[in-house]
């Protein structure tokens, strides 16, 4: 079991910055790779940014292209999302979740790969 603990989320005006964390325990050794999703009210869950663990290879969505970070800390095992210049259309709940197969850079952006989740943290964003 992986457990996936997610914080930083908040109420922001537009063009502002926020900094999710996730920290991630248990059993994370078979981890190949982390991702962040996000579901607004009325809409699917969707993908938002990916890391793979080996090569640190980083992977967005288009919407947040230059705006968003995604990173890593090995010692710590956790992911964090810097979110810059944020836009009303980026208020959801945010989710992290866990890879544990073996195409990262195939099943990146599917939430249907991802075998573990965190409970999610809600960023609004007010115009």
């Known amino acids: 079991q992986v457990q996936l603990v997610e914080s930083g989320g908040g109420l922001v005006q537009a063009g502002g910055s926020l900094r999710l964390s996730c920290v991630a325990s248990?059993?994370?050794?078979?981890?190949?790779?982390m991702g962040w999703f996000r579901q607004a009210p009325g809409k699917e869950r969707e993908f938002v940014a990916a890391?793979?663990?080996?090569?640190?290879?980083?992977y967005y969505a288009d919407s947040v292209k230059g705006r968003f970070a995604i990173s890593r800390d090995n010692a710590k095992f956790t992911v964090d999302l810097q979110m810059n210049s944020l836009k009303p259309e980026d208020t959801a709940v945010y989710y992290c979740?866990?890879?544990?197969?073996?195409?990262?850079?195939?099943?990146?952006?599917?939430?249907?790969?991802?075998?573990?989740w965190g409970q999610g943290t809600q960023v609004t964003v007010s115009s």
């Open positions: 248990g059993r994370t050794s078979g981890t190949n790779g």
């Open positions: 890391i793979r663990w080996a090569f640190f290879y980083t």
């Open positions: 979740a866990a890879y544990f197969g073996n195409n990262f850079s195939r099943d990146y952006g599917s939430k249907h790969f991802y075998t573990y």
